[in-house]
């Protein structure tokens, strides 16, 4: 019977390869699709940890988070120094890490920040940054840049970078009066990270000094008059660097910044204190500003692309119920023709409820093979799909190994494309009945 | 000893009224070798049908090999149509996409008993019977049935008919795609293995030039007192 099964498949071998490889593309297109899924969450909730609030201009919790972990946008307006300082004073707080951005890279974005941003960035389970080549940027003229941006223009350590205005890709402001060395290059993380450019606080800074004079700038004309530096930029911009108290010249470029800063990563002594410190944030400084829980930030930007999500999966599930539709009709399709088949079966000796059977092995055989190819679909796929996933996004999709979600939607298809087998195997059994031995053809 | 006995049966196809066959008596006997002759449309497929257990039967009324097929299970029935019928049709008796050989090895698949009654291994048996039949095992054998020509399929037919040596074959028009001297080498060799195995051959056909093969011709116009309003 199975052999029969098989080689009456194959007699209809090209009919029903197409049924196979529909079939194969829905189990690879289910099973990919939450593969995809799960792995893009994952990374995506991996992109940040070790950092319990972000501070910023008020705003929208998903848009501070996208500005400042994602590099994607830039937050609102209205944060200054000061209240960089106050956050930094509270008792609760452990770190806090200033942030600027606005700027870009050919495409990647630019952040301004001090060079205590590699001592407490976290990814993924709480692992710090590593340098892959080079070291800290040290003065306001250098720069340590993202693995992926290394990468992507062959960047190495020493290398002149120019930075332009501005988030988009493409720019007609080009920052070329100020130019930066890279100074070291970060280890992939396979987060936001690998995509930025970071600078100094005054070399971010730097790089508006054109833009601010001291006329239209309120704070750096309060913060002081002093204009000197060698790169040419308006010195506006250096004004607090002689205001600067604290002694070491290098510290002193890297905390001190009068320009207005977009938000503010902060470590806390106890994760207790968060709802303290967010309801401090929010409720007593005097300027408006969010405290953000990075990680319920993330949840809410999930549930917005989860839609997509949800799509993507609701058509992986509609190109499982056309394909198992198309094997349906593959095998209706054949009945007519086979009349006269299952008379001579029955003529030796076949009771109709095997010739039922038969239809449904057809069935079963169909599916069994498209779920294998299907399978080998996916590995093939994911196989070609990683380098680019990785380079792009950071993240890979597991080859091998079946889930036991995975399994269960593979038994799901399974059970569906013996169940839609029924339907052909219902109208071989009434053919079978009326027809006996005499088939009118 | 009586293969075949019809008492009394008065049929009608489920769901139609008109009675399409009704037979007081008839009977076939052991080896014999009867045709049952009419034209077309007189009913004489469907007696094949009633006698084969494909349709429900009046109790009593047919007896196959002593055995009252009314009383069978349709499983039952078909059971007992693979262990002790031979069928032989008019045309596409084959399975297109098999070869000659796994055609007539069919049989032997769906019946124990048949396949108990082989001398040989069942794939020697087949080629003997293709031989026999004047068939060349090794080419004609291994082919796709859909490949042979329409007397070398009826051949192949009677050969899956006779594998494991059934007790009746029943044959419907088995010669009327053959042209005249491939219809009479036909029976010559039909013949031959029918006496060899011993089965009775109960044959219909309409062609009136059939009748030298047999050992019996009966006219089905006679024999079924519908036949007047059927035809």
Known sequence: ?441 | MTRISINDLSFAWPGQDQTVVSIDHFSLEAGERLLLQGPSGSGKSTLLSAISGITSLPNGAVEVVGTDIAKLSSRRRDQFRADHLGMIFQVFNLIPWMSARENILLPITYSKMRKARLQLSPQAEADRLLKALGLDPATVGLQPAANLSVGQQQRVAAARALIGSPEVILADEPTSALDERAKHRFMDVLNQQVQDTGASLLMVSHDETLGRHFDRVVSFEKLNRCCAVAC
């Open chain 1, 1 to 441: 019977m199975l052999s029969y099964a098989v080689q009456s498949l194959w007699n209809r071998r090209f009919v029903a390869s197409l049924t196979v490889l529909t079939i194969a593309l829905s189990v690879a297109l289910i099973l990919g699709v939450e593969r995809l899924r799960d792995s893009a969450r994952q990374s995506f909730f991996n992109s940040v940890s070790g950092i319990d609030l972000i501070v910023a201009p008020r705003g929208n919790d998903v848009q501070i988070l996208m500005s400042t972990v994602f590099g994607v946008g830039s937050t609102g307006a209205g944060m200054n120094w000061q209240n960089y300082k106050d956050l930094q004073a509270l008792d609760a707080v452990d770190w806090a890490v200033p942030l600027m951005m606005g700027d870009n890279h050919r495409g990647h974005p630019v952040v301004g920040t001090q060079s205590a941003y590699f001592d407490h960035f976290r990814y993924g389970a709480d692992q710090p940054l590593r340098f892959a080549a080079g070291r800290r940027f040290d003065t306001a003229e250098e720069t340590v840049i993202g693995a992926d941006v290394a990468a992507r223009f062959g960047y190495g350590v020493g290398t002149e970078i120019v930075n332009a205005h501005g988030t988009g890709a493409v720019s007609f402001e080009l920052h070329d009066d100020a130019p930066f060395t890279v100074s070291g290059i970060l280890a992939a993380t396979g987060t936001p990270v690998d995509r930025m450019v970071f600078v100094t606080l005054s070399g971010f800074d730097a790089l508006h000094a054109p833009l601010a004079s001291p006329q239209t700038d309120p704070l750096a004309a309060a913060s002081g008059t002093a204009p000197s530096h060698k790169n040419g930029a308006n010195a506006a911009t250096l004004a607090w660097k002689t205001d600067n108290g604290s002694g070491d010249a290098t510290q002193a470029h890297d905390t001190e910044v009068s320009a207005q800063i977009n938000g503010v990563f902060v470590g806390l002594k106890s994760r207790n204190a968060i709802l303290a410190v967010q309801r401090h944030v929010s409720a007593n400084t005097s300027s408006t500003l969010s405290a953000v829980m990075p990680n319920v930030a993330l949840l809410q930007l999930w549930a917005i692309t989860g839609t997509a999500e949800k799509a993507l999966r609701f058509m992986s599930l509609a190109v499982a119920v056309a394909s198992l539709i198309g094997m349906v009709v593959m095998l209706s399709a054949a009945l007519e023709s086979r009349r006269r088949e299952f008379a001579i079966l029955r003529s030796v000796g076949a009771t109709p409820k095997r010739i039922v059977g038969l239809i449904i092995m057809e069935a079963m055989l169909t599916t069994t093979a498209g779920i294998i190819v299907g399978l080998i679909f996916l590995i093939c796929a994911t196989g070609a799909a990683n380098p680019v996933l990785f380079d792009q996004f950071g993240f890979r999709i597991a080859m091998f190994g079946v889930s036991e979600s995975d399994s269960l939607r593979v038994l799901a298809i399974f059970c569906f494309g013996c169940l839609a087998s029924f339907l052909p195997a219902w109208r071989v059994y009434r053919i079978t009945l009326a027809d006996g031995l005499t088939t009118r053809l």
